[in-house]
């Protein structure tokens, strides 16, 4: 009771301002009013069956994607989505674009969904709404990420698709469209509709047959020549879309219409535009609409991984194409031909990061891999092959030794030694190199063997990327850092020491594998498929459920 009286006592000297620091109290302002909560109405007993039905089917679901449907349906108090005509209807049209954007249909269950809301249809709503969620998840996955783990296929495929949480898929529906919520979560890149386009012309041409033909195998075929394969050429190129204006000259003769379209041919494939038919044009002459109808389905799946944002400015290295790229403002500042890595032994990683400096006369140390692999026999024949290059043999710890000082023979496949290759004319890494730290111990640099650039297909090296334009490329990165970019580099390069640059504004370079593409023109270009990575991704793509026509035509 004293406890009781007390209290009422203290609550009566608050109100009335004579509590402790009541001195001041008058000019303090008034307690805010506490927050009104308003109460939670009880679920009915049907929200309630619901909701019991919904924990139950939920029970094995992954953690993340259960957590995102109990929470959807409870911010809804437990009231039915895919009920709604609207939201129905949206989901069914876009899985129904599923096959012509090559995702595995059947993986969405559409045709089920459809069932369990048909007039009739006895399934309990909880299951009905749990099928269509499930379905919606998966092709909003699927449609802005991609349906495939890439680094699951091939380490080398080193990419992370940005993978949107199951709670924040969901999320997007609040008050939304579901038909402009799936439409939106595809990838907005032109290429991606451009491939889309090119996915249903090759179908319709394999389904009819109208490529026609192959031509058949022989000698190189040149302008001025004449002969029945000649008319054949001819006749494929124009059922493939590549066809001059009518000459009066026979069909079976080369002239000099066919060189052009014969031209036009190698530049989209990635060839060497010489006009002439050899084995290598010829192969890609006798593609078959179902072998680019693979590529694209493919590359569209590439497409989803890389559905992102690369910002405004950044590097582009396409490993098939033998090209990298500067984009900046939208549009291409800069362009190189490229050497990639060698097709059977070091292939170049796919693989994103950010260029943060470069090194003007770089040394070379040389990966323990290649030592083994190339010098060390050198060095079994000649202890003194090391010398004819600038190079240096170096222990553990960085002390220069004498290689004739070396058993090289007594040293079996070991190779305990460092190999170190001096600023100079002649060093493997040229005048500069371009490096955005990562795992794969790639970076982008000169070289000395300018005439490899002159080839069509250039898979050449140990798994960096040569550039033929390095000035360029290092004069780009420079402006706005130094007064004159150009005077700036080529002073250093001429000072002949080892010199490494920060960069003011790092750039973001991002090293990709398409074989289809739609190029800064407008046109879409194939590429082949030089370390055999499509063939690696379209399998998976079957086995994930991707289905293509059966038969040509």
């Known amino acids: 009771m004293e406890s009781g009286s007390t209290a009422r006592l203290l609550g009566a000297l608050l109100i009335a301002g004579l509590g402790c620091g009541a001195a001041g109290a008058q000019d303090a302002p008034a307690p805010a009013p506490a927050?009104?909560?308003?109460?939670?109405?009880?679920?009915?007993?049907?929200?309630?069956?619901?909701?019991?039905?919904?924990?139950?089917e939920t029970a094995g679901f992954d953690a993340a994607e259960r957590t995102a449907i109990e929470g959807f349906y409870a911010e809804r108090a437990y009231a039915p989505f895919w009920a709604e005509t609207a939201n129905l209807d949206g989901l069914l049209a876009a899985l129904e674009t599923a096959e012509g954007q090559a995702l595995p249909y059947q993986r969405y269950e559409a045709t089920g969904v459809r069932a369990l809301f048909q007039p009739g249809a006895t399934a309990a709503p909880a299951a009905r709404e749990l099928a269509a969620t499930r379905a919606y998840l998966r092709y909003a996955?699927?449609?802005?990420?991609g349906a495939l783990r890439p680094s699951r296929i091939d380490p080398e495929i080193a990419i992370a698709p940005t993978r949107l949480a199951p709670a924040l898929l969901l999320g997007k529906l609040d008050?939304?469209?579901?038909?402009?919520?799936?439409?939106?979560?595809?990838?907005?890149?032109?290429?991606?509709?451009?491939?889309i386009a090119e996915k249903a012309r090759l179908e319709a041409a394999s389904a009819a047959g109208t490529w026609g033909p192959t031509v058949p195998t022989g000698p190189t075929l040149h302008e001025g020549e004449t002969g029945p394969r000649i008319a054949e050429l001819r006749a494929r190129l124009a059922r493939m879309g590549y066809?001059?204006?009518?000459?009066?000259?026979?069909?079976?003769?080369?002239?000099?219409?066919?060189?052009?379209?014969?031209?036009?041919?190698?530049?989209?494939?990635?060839?060497?535009?010489d006009g002439a038919v050899g084995q290598h044009t010829l192969a890609e002459i006798n593609a078959s609409p179902r072998d680019r109808l693979e590529q694209v389905v493919v590359n569209l799946e590439r497409a989803r991984w890389l559905n992102r944002d690369f910002g405004p400015r950044y590097i582009l290295v396409n490993i098939p194409d033998y090209r990298a790229t500067v984009y900046q403002g939208g549009g291409p500042v800069w362009t190189s031909k490229v050497v990639v890595g060698e097709a059977k032994k070091t292939r170049t990683t796919e693989f994103s990061e950010v260029m943060s400096y470069i090194v003007v006369n770089?040394?070379?140390?040389?990966?323990?891999?290649?030592?083994?692999r190339d010098y060390l026999p050198k060095l079994r024949h000649n202890p003194s092959a090391l010398s004819h290059t600038n190079m240096q043999l170096l222990t553990p710890a960085g002390t220069v030794i004498d290689p004739r000082l070396v058993d090289w023979n007594a040293l079996g496949d070991s190779f305990p030694f460092r190999i170190r290759q001096s600023p100079s004319d002649g060093n493997a890494l040229g005048k500069v190199k371009f490096m955005f730290p990562n795992d794969h111990a790639i970076y982008l640099h000169d070289t000395p063997h300018r005439e490899l650039f002159a080839r069509d297909a250039r898979a050449f090296s140990n798994?960096?990327?040569?550039?033929?334009?390095?000035?360029?490329?290092?004069?780009?990165?420079?402006?706005?850092?130094?007064?004159?970019?150009?005077?700036?580099?080529?002073g250093w390069v001429a000072a002949k020491a080892e010199k490494t640059v920060t960069l003011r504004n790092p750039i973001p370079v991002n090293?990709?594998?398409?074989?289809?593409?739609?190029?800064?023109?407008?046109?879409?270009?194939?590429?082949?498929?030089?370390?055999?990575?499509?063939?690696?991704?379209?399998?998976?793509?079957?086995?994930?459920?991707?289905?293509?026509p059966l038969a040509e035509g």
């Open 35 to 56: 927050a009104v909560v308003a109460p939670v109405p009880a679920l009915t007993p049907e929200q309630a069956a619901f909701r019991d039905a919904l924990l139950a």
């Open 175 to 195: 008050g939304a469209s579901v038909a402009e919520v799936l439409a939106g979560l595809a990838p907005r890149a032109p290429d991606y509709a451009a491939l």
């Open 362 to 372: 770089p040394s070379w140390n040389v990966p323990s891999s290649i030592a083994k």
């Open 511 to 548: 090293i990709v594998y398409r074989t289809v593409f739609l190029d800064d023109a407008g046109v879409i270009r194939y590429r082949d498929d030089v370390y055999g990575r499509d063939a690696e991704v379209f399998s998976a793509l079957e086995a994930a459920g991707v289905s293509l």
């Open 463 to 490: 798994g960096c990327i040569r550039v033929q334009d390095p000035d360029g490329l290092a004069r780009l990165l420079l402006a706005g850092q130094v007064d004159d970019p150009a005077a700036a580099f080529d």
């Open 243 to 273: 066809e001059t204006a009518m000459t009066e000259t026979p069909g079976d003769f080369f002239d000099a219409g066919l060189v052009e379209e014969v031209k036009a041919f190698q530049r989209d494939h990635g060839l060497n535009a």
């Open 141 to 145: 996955g699927d449609v802005n990420s």
